[in-house]
């Protein structure tokens, strides 16, 4: 039962986003019963101005949509065509996602899930101002190939950005340090569908992605392109690796080191590609929920290998671990804890049913439902990329309990609610309380 | 989450949990961290990854679509645990494969599957089956073809009393590079697939009736630059308030339109069943 009920506190998480965006479409679809009916400029371009997500709107360009073929034209044909919609819920702002730092070049850069961009900051912006920051650069349009992105990394010698599609681009794409706009990667790795995080090693020239589907590592050369395979995986039922999202290289004691949510299961076939599998030989091994857990594997691991060290249980706190970062200077592992709003800090050689160092949480700090952390040992701070809210926050390093942020990056003004959607695919109405439910 | 469901009789929500091979039953009106008051995961399930779910308020029942057990999966709606399914629509006969999109239409006896297909020789499309069918059995109609559109097939929504069927047409091209861990082999290495910003048609809600068969557009559509969608996967209805929702991945986010017009009048045809007459509302 105590396993059911961490299996809770894990999908429970899920449903702070699902119920989260519920909420906001309460709040976006009140007063229902008036609808507002929106009016539209009349020309292509000043209805693009007007539409808060405007620049997603020319992707399929100027010369409209296209025309199916005429409805049936029986007794039963009912002719609608393009209603414009009464209400809509659309966050016209990024949402922070994966943080990567290069103290060296005094930059920060965020993956931003909602308007699928990569977004360059100062290091040293932000400040206590409500006003939004000002990015240096953002990589944003229909040439980037940056989707449902998710990890971001950094090569500071190459000066190269690595961003990870998640959900549905099945890719890598990769850009020159100063990109900007809309503009092609100069060149991209396809990736297995649902990959998640990613973390360089320059020693070895090689990267390594999570593979939230498959609960898999990936191993590839950093300069690998194309549908070029991986060099290794970590995949199998002793890896301990269920639904994985952020990783992290450690490059000096030549280890991985991975967060997991605790959604385990088996999935072969999955893409309509495949054809159907023959009856009795379906691979039903029966999905379970585990505990969440950070698993450390040697960086030459292969095959279901079982990791060198494994934090798990209830005493971790973890809850919908997101993406964790390394303090080589002070051997320490920062994890941004979703599920409970929370950032972990664990000593690197933590193992087993431990109690974090140090937990950065409550109303003070501002942290909300966070997807990304990166410690900058340089400038002694610790940054959080906020995604339930529109800001990344930056603490002193050593930051405990709660206690606010020394600035704030804000990607709308302060006060800005989030839409919380990620990717939504589904809708079901509650006709009970005339709300509409959303999960991500 | 690809898939959720609510019902209205029992006041639950229903969810599928691909990564985990479960499904879950939420109260209605659940909030933050809150248990499911019933879980359905487990080897007896035949569950292999459930994308989509629907309920039969009617007939008590949790319809589940199964994209790799290329399946529909019938449970009681009150199964908890590691529980068998009631029935499973599975095989080639069906013509199943990545099932996306279930409903049901306990009032003309119907179970409808969205699938789609890249393997030669199977289609993409709507699949409607018996509402008791099971094993590998075709399917009575299937809606596919050019003319209905619909390229890649999502969620659906069923309005029994009218006998139509909403589809949320997301009809963005998946052409994913890897069989799970491996890339394919059958690309070449410097293979380019569509951009997330430039794949495939664009998307739309149709509206089918629930006897259409064959190669047949939609009745109505909900399509077009003043509608805002372009790769809608989700789609539900209010009748009572003559509504339909929409939510789209590419503008990541929500729509609703009011359609008085689609929920005004009942179906023009009745459903085929094996007497010839529909079923009564209980």
Redesign the interface.
Same mark, same amino acid.
């Given at each position: 039962m105590a396993s059911v009920n961490r299996v809770w506190r894990s999908l429970s998480l899920r449903l702070i986003v699902f119920f989260g965006a519920l909420g906001l479409c309460f709040f976006g679809f009140g007063g229902r019963r008036v609808p507002i009916v929106l009016t539209y400029p009349s020309s292509p371009l000043a209805r693009l101005m007007a539409d808060p997500t405007g620049d997603m709107c020319t992707w399929w360009g100027d010369s409209g949509p296209n025309v199916l073929a005429a409805p049936q034209s029986n007794a039963g044909t009912i002719g609608v065509g393009q209603l414009p919609p009464v209400r809509y819920v659309i966050d016209p702002y990024p949402t922070f996602n994966g943080i990567v730092l290069d103290t060296h070049s005094n930059r920060v850069l965020m993956s931003d899930e909602n308007r699928k961009s990569v977004l360059t900051y100062d290091r040293s912006a932000g400040g206590n101002s409500s006003a939004v920051t000002s990015p240096m650069w953002q990589i944003i349009g229909p040439q980037t190939e940056v989707g449902f992105i998710a990890g971001v990394e950094i090569d500071p010698q190459r000066r190269e950005i690595y961003a990870v599609n998640n959900d549905v681009e099945d890719r890598i794409a990769v850009f020159d340090y100063d990109a900007n706009g809309d503009l092609k990667p100069k060149r991209h790795l396809y990736v297995p569908h649902q990959s998640w995080g990613i973390s360089l090693n320059g020693s070895r020239q090689e990267m390594v992605i999570s593979v939230q589907q498959l609960s898999m590592l990936a191993v590839y050369r950093r300069d690998s392109n194309g549908m070029e395979a991986p060099l290794r995986i970590i995949k199998g039922s002793h890896t301990n690796l269920a639904d994985p999202h952020g990783v992290r290289w450690d490059v000096n004691h030549r280890e991985i080191m991975v967060a997991s949510h605790g959604n385990s299961t088996e999935i072969a076939p999955y893409t309509a590609y495949d054809a159907q599998v023959p009856a009795g030989e379906e691979s039903i091994l029966g999905g379970e929920f585990v505990p969440p857990s950070i698993n450390v594997f040697d960086e030459m691991a292969r095959g279901d290998a079982k990791p060198v060290r494994t934090i798990q249980g209830p005493n971790t706190k973890l809850n919908w671990p997101m993406g964790i970062d390394l303090d080589g200077a002070h051997d320490e592992i920062a994890v941004a804890n979703n599920g409970d709003n929370s950032v972990l800090v664990f000593r690197r050689t933590a193992r087993g049913n431990v109690t974090p160092a140090r937990v950065i949480r409550g109303a003070k700090t501002g942290i909300s439902s966070p997807m990304g952390v990166a410690v900058d040992v340089e400038h002694n701070e610790l940054w959080v990329a906020n995604y339930g809210d529109h800001t990344a926050l930056v603490f002193a390093r050593d930051a405990s309990g709660d206690i606010a942020p020394k600035r704030i990056i804000r990607n709308a003004p302060a006060g800005t609610p989030t839409g919380g959607f990620g990717n939504p695919y589904a809708v079901a109405y509650d006709s009970k309380r005339d709300q509409l439910l959303v999960p991500n | 989450?690809?898939?959720?469901?609510?019902d209205?009789t029992h006041?639950e929500?229903i969810?599928p949990?691909?990564?985990?091979?479960?499904v879950?039953v939420?109260r209605?009106?659940?909030?933050?961290?809150?248990?499911?008051i019933r879980?359905i995961?487990?080897?007896?399930?035949?569950?292999?990854?459930p994308h989509?779910v629907t309920v039969d308020e009617q007939d008590n029942e949790i319809i589940v679509g199964d994209?790799?057990?290329?399946s529909v999966l019938v449970f009681d709606r009150s199964a908890n645990g !590691?529980v068998p399914p009631k029935r499973i629509i599975?095989?080639?006969r069906t013509g199943l494969?990545?099932v996306v999109g279930v409903a049901v239409d306990s009032t003309h006896d119907r179970l409808i599957a969205a699938s789609?297909?890249?393997?030669p020789g199977r289609k993409?499309g709507l699949f409607i089956f018996g509402r008791t069918d099971q094993g590998?059995v075709a399917p009575r109609a299937v809606i596919a073809g050019?003319?209905t559109?619909i390229v890649r097939p999502?969620?659906l929504a069923s309005d029994p009393q009218r006998g139509k069927l909403f589809v949320a047409a997301?009809n963005?091209e998946?052409h994913?590079?890897?069989?799970?861990?491996?890339?394919?082999t059958d690309?070449?290495?410097?293979?380019q697939?569509p951009?997330?910003? !430039?794949s495939g048609?664009?998307g739309?809600i149709g509206?089918w009736?629930i006897n259409d068969n064959g190669d047949?557009?939609?009745?109505?559509?909900?399509?077009?630059? !003043?509608?805002?969608l372009?790769h809608p996967?989700?789609?539900?209805?209010?009748p009572?308030?003559g509504?339909v929702?929409?939510?789209?991945?590419?503008?990541?986010?929500?729509?609703?339109?009011?359609?008085p !017009?689609?929920f005004s009048e009942r179906?023009?045809?009745q459903s085929t069943l094996g007497n010839g007459t529909t079923r009564s509302a209980r």
């Open positions: - | 989450m690809h898939g959720i469901a609510y209205a006041d929500v969810v949990v691909a990564l985990a091979d479960a879950l939420f209605g009106g659940a909030d933050g961290s809150e248990a499911p879980v995961q487990g080897t007896n399930t035949k569950m292999i990854r989509t994209s790799s057990g290329r !590691n599975q095989g080639p494969l990545f789609a297909a890249s393997v993409t590998d050019p003319k559109g999502w969620q997301i963005n998946s994913p590079p890897y069989q799970l861990e491996k890339p394919r690309l070449p290495h410097d293979v697939l951009s997330p910003w !430039n048609a664009l739309f509206v009736d047949v557009p939609p009745r109505a559509i909900i399509q077009g630059d !003043n509608t805002f372009v996967g989700g789609v539900a209805i209010d009572k308030d509504e929702f929409a939510t789209d991945s590419i503008r990541n986010g929500l729509f609703s339109f009011l359609a !017009n689609l179906s023009q045809t």
